[in-house]
């Protein structure tokens, strides 16, 4: 779902957009190298770069129609897969992005997977994190939550706990103001609010019962910065109208979604 939002919406009108309270809320490297897979013709290929758990662009495969009709803007011509050496991960990434294996977050399940992506030019993207333990959010004191629109959420078919304060998985972007409105993407199960408001949005899936948590995204926690914190890598927009535009119009965020919504864990 796409919300077009204009110059100086009021507060109030962005509280009764917000989907909070229904729709919405989303390692190990081995010695083997990760596996670069290209579509076209039925034939696999494999690239070694020459780093255990690195990977830079491989094979190539024709865009894919799995979003086409997520995100308004332009995506790459180019795409490569990228798998993990245990093949419990998979997802698709423009031919000019990277992906790097990295260490698994302290706690994580045994054989949980960490994976960095970064564009063509090495500015940071997204992280995929699986085995995560679970987390229990902190209290939010109602004046201390945060007015916040989902401007984009799209389902995605993903494993998945099911409880109270969850629903399906979606792709999902998402703004909350503060002294600016910053915008955060991910994966997750998890609503994010009541009343359109909340002290932080998590991009965090739950996972079924034994596999622990996962998160795809450029945040972990998206709250509302304070001037003096460091915003990077979520996005900080002066208006509205400027996180609709990055959203519907870039061709960033039309290839991050697509890269989120080809994610597929086995189990």
């Not at 083997?32 to 495969?61: E, H, K, L, Y």
């Not at 902190?138 to 989902?150: R, T």
């Not at 991050?256 to 080809?262: A, G």
């Amino acid at each position: 779902m796409r919300m077009r939002l204009g110059t100086g919406v009021p507060v109030g009108l962005v509280a009764a957009l917000v989907l909070g309270t229904g729709v919405l809320a989303g390692c190990s490297g081995g010695p083997a190298a990760p596996q670069w897979t290209a579509d076209a013709g039925g034939t696999a290929t494999a690239q070694d770069s020459g780093s255990p758990g690195t990977a830079s662009p491989g094979s190539t495969s024709p865009g894919s129609t799995s979003t086409a009709t997520a995100s308004a803007g332009a995506t790459a011509a180019a795409w490569k897969t990228y798998t993990d050496p245990a093949k419990s991960v998979s997802f698709e990434l423009p031919q000019e992005w990277i992906a790097q294996s990295q260490t698994p977050a302290q706690g994580s399940l045994p054989g949980a997977v960490k994976v960095e992506v970064k564009d063509a030019a090495g500015h940071y993207l997204a992280t995929l994190q699986t085995g995560l333990p679970p987390r229990t959010p902190a209290s939010c004191a109602p004046d201390a939550a945060k007015s916040y629109i989902v401007v984009s959420s799209v389902p995605v078919d993903l494993p998945h706990a099911s409880g109270d304060g969850m629903i399906d998985p979606h792709v999902v972007y998402r703004v909350i103001q503060g002294y600016k409105y910053f915008g955060s993407y991910g994966i997750t199960n998890i609503v994010g609010g009541t009343g359109g408001k909340a002290c932080a949005l998590q991009n965090v899936v739950r996972g079924p019962e034994g596999k622990g948590d996962y998160s795809f995204g450029d945040l972990g926690e998206l709250t509302a910065f304070a001037p003096d914190q460091r915003v990077a890598p979520a996005k900080a927009f002066d208006t509205l109208a400027q996180a609709d535009a990055y959203v519907n119009e870039g061709s960033e965020f039309a290839n991050v979604q697509r890269m989120l919504m080809s994610l597929r864990i086995t189990q």
